[in-house]
C-alpha cells in the first residue's frame, strides 16, 4: 500500500458524460501528478500540483481539467468523455515537486466510456 | 521528438538468473531516469532511479546503469524471483521540477520456474 488513494475504483459511463477521479495524497506530501495508462499510449503525464498550484502540464486535453485543494487531496475532471478516455487513470504524490522526489503511484482508477 | 522505448517487450527468464532490461532514450537534454515496475492491477512502483552525472547505482538485488554515449539505460535484477514477474517501465525527465516526465512503453518480465 503506497499510503496514496483513488475513487473510484471503477468507473463505467457513456459518451458525451462528465466524470471526476478523486486523489488523496500520502500524508505530508504536497505534490500531486495523474497520469493516465491507456493500451495505445502507454503511460502519460498529465498534470502536477503542489501545495495547491498547477506546477507542469502533460499531454492533458483541454477537456481534462484538475485541481488540488487546501487539504491536498487533488480531483481531475474529464468532460465530454469519448471512447478513446477509456483507461486507467494514475495519482501520484510526492514530498516535492523536485525532479528526484520519489513518486508513489495509487491504485488507479479504470474508467471506462460506452 | 523526445522518446523512451524499450528494446525488448517481453523477457522470459529462469527463476533465480540474472534479468537485464533495456531502454533508450532519445532527448539528450533528461537529467533524471527512473525505473519502475507495475505488477498486475496495481500502480507502478518506483525500483530505483540515476542522475545522469553517474553511471551506475545500486540497490537491493537491483542495478541501473547509464550509458550517455549511446543514451541507453538498463535495469540488472540479480537472482530473479517469481515475485518479479511485472511490466517495468524507464522514465526520463528533465532537470526541472516542472519538466515533464516521459515513460517508455514497459517490458514485460516472466519468470520461468
Known amino acids: 500500500d503506497s499510503g496514496v488513494t483513488q475513487t473510484p475504483k471503477h468507473l463505467i459511463t457513456a459518451t458525451g458524460q462528465r466524470v471526476t477521479l478523486r486523489c488523496s495524497p500520502r500524508s505530508g506530501d504536497l505534490s500531486v501528478y495523474w497520469y493516465q495508462q491507456s493500451l495505445d499510449q502507454g503511460l502519460q503525464f498529465l498534470i502536477q500540483?503542489?501545495?495547491?498550484?498547477?506546477?507542469a502540464k502533460g499531454n492533458i486535453l483541454e477537456r481534462f481539467s484538475a485541481q488540488q485543494f487546501p487539504d491536498l487531496h487533488s480531483e481531475l475532471n474529464l468532460s465530454s468523455l469519448e471512447l478513446g478516455d477509456s483507461a486507467l487513470y494514475f495519482c501520484?504524490?510526492?514530498?516535492?515537486?523536485?525532479?528526484?522526489?520519489?513518486?508513489?503511484f495509487g491504485p488507479g482508477t479504470r474508467l471506462t466510456v460506452l | 521528438g523526445e522518446s523512451v522505448g524499450l528494446h525488448l517487450p517481453t523477457l522470459s527468464v529462469q527463476e533465480g538468473d540474472n534479468s537485464i532490461i533495456n531502454c533508450a532514450y532519445s532527448?539528450?537534454?533528461?537529467?533524471?531516469f527512473i525505473w519502475y515496475k507495475q505488477e498486475s492491477g496495481k500502480g507502478p512502483q518506483f525500483i530505483i532511479d540515476i542522475r545522469s552525472n553517474m553511471d551506475k547505482r545500486q540497490g537491493q538485488r537491483v542495478t541501473v546503469l547509464l550509458n550517455k554515449t549511446v543514451k541507453h539505460l538498463s535495469l540488472q535484477i540479480a537472482a530473479t524471483q517469481p515475485g518479479d514477474s511485472a511490466v517495468y517501465f524507464c522514465?526520463?525527465?528533465?532537470?526541472?521540477?516542472?519538466?515533464?516526465?516521459?515513460f517508455g512503453s514497459g517490458t514485460r518480465l516472466s519468470i520461468r520456474p
Open positions: 500540483y503542489y501545495n495547491g498550484e498547477e506546477r
Open positions: 532527448n539528450s537534454a533528461s537529467d533524471y
Open positions: 522514465a526520463e525527465k528533465g532537470y526541472s521540477s516542472a519538466s515533464k516526465i516521459i
Open positions: 501520484a504524490s510526492s514530498v516535492a515537486p523536485s525532479e528526484d522526489n520519489e513518486q508513489f
